[in-house]
């Protein structure tokens, strides 16, 4: 019986087992190497968007690599590839999109944004807190404020004011 689970426990890891394709390219100088490896972390892949085609293991990040191992052994430039990208996939594709109409509130949004919230800022510092705080008082105003406040025109308690504890 224990040789049956054994048996088991080795049958199910090889199935399991991982195996991963390792991609090898082989170029003929190392500046075409360097040009592959710099087109690889600023091209985009398009199907998983947040991860250049270098980082990702998405197929279609698969065919892109090879697109650009295939055009670098051509003899195209990294400004040719990234236009032959760019036609075929959008401006997505790169990771600093030009600056087109399409394109104008990637760059001048989060200008406009910190814009907008500074001259807000601005506005509501120099606005009064309140009117209260506006009025200013003339002489029989004040008189008539502290009449009602029980004090007299010279800042003493006046004499109808019961100045007794209430508590007793």
């Given at each position: 019986?224990k040789r049956f689970?054994?048996?088991?426990?080795?049958?199910?890891?090889v199935?399991?087992?991982?195996?991963?394709?390792?991609?090898?390219?082989?170029?003929?100088?190392?500046?075409?190497?360097?040009?592959?490896?710099?087109?690889?972390?600023?091209?985009?892949c398009?199907?998983?968007?947040?991860?250049?085609i270098?980082?990702?293991?998405?197929?279609?990040?698969?065919?892109?690599?090879?697109?650009?191992?295939e055009?670098?052994?051509?003899g195209?430039?990294?400004?040719e590839?990234?236009e032959y990208?760019?036609?075929?996939?959008?401006?997505?594709?790169?990771y600093?999109?030009?600056?087109?109409?399409?394109t104008?509130?990637?760059?001048?949004?989060p200008?406009?944004?910190?814009?907008?919230?500074?001259?807000?800022?601005?506005?509501r510092?120099?606005k009064?807190?309140s009117?209260?705080?506006q009025a200013q008082?003339?002489g029989?105003e004040?008189?008539?404020?502290?009449a009602l406040?029980?004090?007299?025109?010279?800042g003493k308690p006046?004499?109808?004011?019961?100045?007794?504890?209430t508590?007793g």
């Amino acid at each position: 019986m224990k040789r049956f689970w054994l048996a088991l426990v080795l049958a199910s890891s090889v199935v399991f087992s991982v195996s991963a394709a390792i991609e090898v390219y082989e170029f003929d100088d190392p500046a075409q190497e360097a040009a592959f490896h710099q087109l690889g972390k600023e091209l985009r892949c398009p199907k998983c968007q947040n991860n250049n085609i270098a980082d990702s293991n998405a197929g279609l990040a698969q065919d892109l690599r090879l697109k650009v191992y295939e055009m670098l052994k051509q003899g195209k430039n990294e400004d040719e590839i990234v236009e032959y990208m760019v036609a075929r996939y959008g401006n997505f594709v790169t990771y600093n999109p030009p600056l087109t109409a399409s394109t104008l509130i990637l760059w001048a949004g989060p200008v406009l944004c910190v814009l907008i919230g500074f001259t807000v800022l601005i506005m509501r510092s120099r606005k009064p807190k309140s009117k209260a705080a506006q009025a200013q008082l003339d002489g029989d105003e004040q008189a008539r404020l502290a009449a009602l406040l029980g004090d007299d025109a010279a800042g003493k308690p006046s004499a109808n004011k019961n100045n007794k504890d209430t508590n007793g």
